[in-house]
């Protein structure tokens, strides 16, 4: 990951709500976008802009089964960024 990378994945972190988004995906595994709006104070549409974000940065995986998007941590980027901050430690 270059530093260009991991700059936008940290922007994109850096937003409250993403940030609380990228925990529950990481805590769960694979979470469906239903189950997402189920716990988060958030309309269908901020939802899906946060995931895009998220996704468009790496940060999360979507794949689609039937009418929900679920989600999933990249955990090779979570690596990463892990690795970046341990490094600035």
Known sequence: MNTEEAARAFKALGDENRLRIARIVAERGDV???????ELDMTQPTLSHHMKLLRDC???KARKEGRWMHYSLN???AGALATL???LG
Do not use: I, K, N, S
């Open 32 to 38: 469906c976008a239903c189950r997402l709006l189920d």
């Open 58 to 60: 790496g940060v999360v």
């Open 75 to 77: 955990r090779e980027v």
């Open 85 to 87: 901050l341990e490094e």
